[in-house]
């Protein structure tokens, strides 16, 4: 034992002396060293060395580097976040392994959300895909490009289930439904942490923000949560847990309270649920500055109290708060906090670097400074190949009247709206360390596929928004440099330009919706309309009887009434990245045949809110096509979703027919098989998603409607037509019951298949 210590603490202190990254120690064997180096360190280390490991510390925004080197250097700092260049990252691992009494490393942190210099769509967008390979391939590739520049850990994937599009943050996660989100969040952590997070080419993936963000009342974000039991662990847990099974090292803390108790200081939340029952093991961190904010939510007097209480509920590390470090050690001398609850947060701490691969080598993703990139935006560095495919991939066809889409590469085509030319905005919130100046606008990339075949003329049509208290509301946190530059013109004048290029052109394609910073952290609204005179453009362009095709970047579910009606095709972009211009250029030329399928459904108006497909049975439902008094319905307009989930077209058209199901019963343990026929009935080939939902006809508690539960993203050329299978077993079938038991249920249930959640071929059977 003393020997494999001594040699432990040997790859503690040599480390730096180590020309490459050292593999990371095989399973078994692995543990035992975690354990003993673990133990080992924890023996030596002082009150204030241990506290320090606690504390995570935004660059920049908590204290300048040079003070911060000198907390480094006293143990007094677990991990930093905001920092993004080797050389900026290598002195402070210095200060931790060089000059700290007993160099525990420290690691380095920053929110990878969808691409770190190569940026992919927004994570609504690649939900939208319905291609997990996707998904797991642009975390992979995040992973790649962020190891690459020193960074350890991402702040990553999001996994609140968003069922309110007034939520800013909605862009940031998969959608609305849990099964979708679940195989997302399987999928990113598998490409962000690769074969174990301790590859030098590997990130920690910390999945957040646990839990129920996305269930903020009013879509109002930091807002409270209050949620049943039984809706919470069918629909809102499941993404985290999923999290969770594919190996994820780390959990964030959500802002919210739940049910009466906010996440920081919920003790059932971090210790019974996500340990004692998950098995969760490791590294909690709350969100940014959440402990200081426990006496807001008026749960602790002080911040002494918060500290506490945050502990001992089973926060590991605390980020950007200045609790921990403050009151701490007091608490301990004083017996309120236990120097057990200190000890576990520790080692959760310095198991997750050595998670990490950094006790092995901590300069593993940091590197050797004559390999530093010497231009770390290099355009060598990008991967825009991988982010041109998994754009086309994340689009969705909701209109195409008359089949206005493909465009011809041929004649004029006017490029319209404050969209068009967005290179700040195609990249989406949370951009990591995206270049604006290397994105590919749409007019870009409409320019680049049309070369001297097609003429493409351009105006901005409009602002995104005429009010300056929001354009002033976006660009608060810009200080060097405003995100939102106003054109001057006005609205009138901006409208008059863009008609008259619209006159001159065979087809108009406009690009609206909300720049970047309206569907972000703290962009909350009060209204799904396109913000500004931006359906007044519409209306303008429509007048020119020119095709009308629109392009939506936006990340939320929008009131796209008009365009709906109006438009002769509509596409929705979310926000496509990097390479968004070029993908979406792809699309309208026919170069790539969309096949993307909502992820969260469409409201027709923000008073529907929320309008998600699976929801709880109710007494009196609507019943679209037969309307009654006294059923659940809103009487000014027309029920159900705009565009429901699921949902989008492809440039050929599909049937799908002949649900035939193995057999009318299904014996405990066994398998059923359902099949349907898919037929490429038009003119190209094309890739569609079928999707099979369930939905249990009696049950000792209500259930959804209906429930996705399989899909299978499929090619079919021009008249082909294949038979596609999906097995359904008990495991399909289990949920929550009144005593929050996973359980199956005999019964009847009916089976639905189709390309969207509306359309579909019914079935049933009968689970003995
Ligand atoms: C606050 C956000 O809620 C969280 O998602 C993010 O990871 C942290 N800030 C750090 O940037």
């Not at 700290?100 to 969808?114: G, N, W």
């Not at 390979?133 to 991402?154: K, M, N």
């Not at 195609?426 to 990591?432: Q, T, V």
């Not at 002769?568 to 790539?592: Q, S």
Request: proline fraction near 6%; charge should be negative; charged fraction near 25%.
């Amino acid at each position: 034992m003393l020997s494999s210590l001594a040699l432990l603490a040997g790859l503690v202190c040599s480390s730096s002396a180590l020309a490459g990254p050292a593999p990371a120690p095989a399973d078994g064997k692995n543990a035992l060293m975690k354990n003993a180096l673990i133990a080992d360190l924890m023996s030596r280390m002082t009150l204030d060395e241990k506290i320090g490991q606690l504390r995570l510390i935004s660059i920049g925004e908590d204290m300048p580097q040079p003070q911060l080197l000198k907390e480094i250097a006293a143990g007094r700092v677990g991990g930093t976040f905001n920092s993004v260049r080797r050389q900026d990252n290598r002195p402070m691992q210095d200060a931790a392994v060089k000059q700290s009494r007993l160099k525990i490393p420290i690691f380095f942190a920053y929110d990878v959300v969808h691409g770190h210099r190569t940026i992919f769509p927004i994570s609504l967008g690649l939900a939208s895909s319905w291609d997990m390979e996707t998904v797991e391939q642009s975390a992979r590739i995040s992973a790649i490009e962020a190891s690459a520049d020193s960074l350890d850990v991402t702040f990553a994937p999001m996994l609140d289930i968003s069922r309110d599009p007034r939520w800013g943050r909605t862009s940031e996660g998969f959608g609305e439904d849990p099964y979708l989100v679940s195989l997302c969040a399987r999928a990113s952590v598998k490409g962000l942490q690769g074969t174990s997070p301790a590859n030098a080419d590997s990130v920690m993936a910390v999945i957040k923000h646990f839990a129920l963000y996305g269930a903020v009342e009013g879509g109002r974000d930091y807002n409270t949560v209050d949620m049943s039991p039984i809706r919470m662990y069918q629909d809102y847990l499941p993404p985290y847990r999923a999290g969770i099974e594919a190996g994820a090292g780390g959990v964030m803390i959500a802002l919210n309270s739940i049910n009466g108790v906010p996440a920081t200081s919920n003790r059932w939340l971090l210790r019974d649920l996500l340990r004692k029952d998950w098995g969760f093991k490791g590294i909690t961190v709350s969100d940014h500055g959440a402990i200081d904010e426990l006496p807001l939510h008026g749960v602790a007097k002080d911040g002494r109290e918060a500290a506490r209480l945050a502990i001992q509920a089973g926060v590991d590390m605390s980020m950007h708060d200045s609790a921990y470090l403050a009151y701490l050690p007091g608490l301990v001398k004083s017996g309120e906090v236990s120097m057990r609850d200190i000890d576990g947060a520790v080692r959760e701490v310095l198991g997750a670097k050595y998670d990490m691969g950094l006790f092995q080598d901590p300069y593993r993703r940091i590197g050797a400074a004559e390999q530093d990139p010497p231009d770390v935006d290099a355009e060598s560095r990008l991967h825009r190949a991988a982010a041109r495919a998994a754009g086309r991939k994340s689009l969705v066809l909701l209109e195409n009247r008359g089949k206005t889409l493909p465009l011809k590469k041929a004649g004029t085509v006017a490029v319209i709206g404050p969209l068009a030319d967005a290179p700040v905005d195609i990249m989406g919130s949370w951009s990591a360390a995206g270049k604006s100046q290397q994105s590919v606008t749409l007019l870009q990339g409409m320019r680049d596929a049309a070369g001297d075949k097609a003429r493409v003329v351009y105006a901005r049509g409009a602002n995104v928004t005429d009010d300056a208290g929001v354009v002033g509301y976006l660009n608060f946190m810009n200080w060097d440099k405003p995100e939102i530059v106003q054109d001057q013109r006005s609205p009138g004048d901006m409208i008059a330009e863009a008609v008259e290029a619209a006159r001159s052109a065979d087809v108009i394609v406009v690009a609206v919706g909300e720049s970047r910073g309206m569907s972000h952290e703290a962009s909350s609204r009060t209204s799904l309309s396109l913000p500004g005179s931006q359906e007044t453009l519409l209306k303008a362009l429509r007048t020119t009887g020119k095709p009308l095709v629109v392009v939506l970047m936006n990340g939320r579910p929008l009131d796209l009434n008009w365009a709906k009606e109006n438009a002769d095709a509509l596409l929705e972009t979310w926000y496509a990245g990097t390479e968004g211009g070029h993908a979406i250029a792809d699309v309208l030329f026919g170069d790539y045949n969309p096949a993307g399928k909502l992820p969260i459904s469409f409201p027709r108006s923000i008073g529907q809110i929320p309008t998600y497909y699976n929801h709880p049975r109710i007494g009196r439902p609507f019943v679209p096509g037969k309307p009654a008094n006294y059923t659940s319905q809103y009487f000014e307009e027309p029920n159900g979703p705009l565009y429901p989930f699921g949902y989008g077209l492809s440039y050929t058209d599909f049937s799908v027919s002949g649900l035939t199901l193995s057999s009318r019963t299904l014996p405990r343990n066994g398998r059923i098989d359902a099949s349907v026929t898919v037929k490429n009935t038009g003119q190209r080939d094309g890739e569609t998603v079928v999707q099979l939902y369930l939905q249990d006809v009696a049950a000792s508690v209500v259930r959804p409607v209906k429930e996705l539960k399989d899909f299978r993203k499929i090619m079919l050329r021009a008249g082909e037509e294949r038979v596609v299978h999906f097995t359904i077993d008990e495991e399909k079938l289990k949920f929550f019951n009144a005593a929050l038991e996973y359980v199956v249920e005999p019964g009847d249930f009916n089976v639905q298949v189709g390309l969207d959640s509306e359309a579909v071929q019914e079935g049933s059977f009968t689970l003995r």
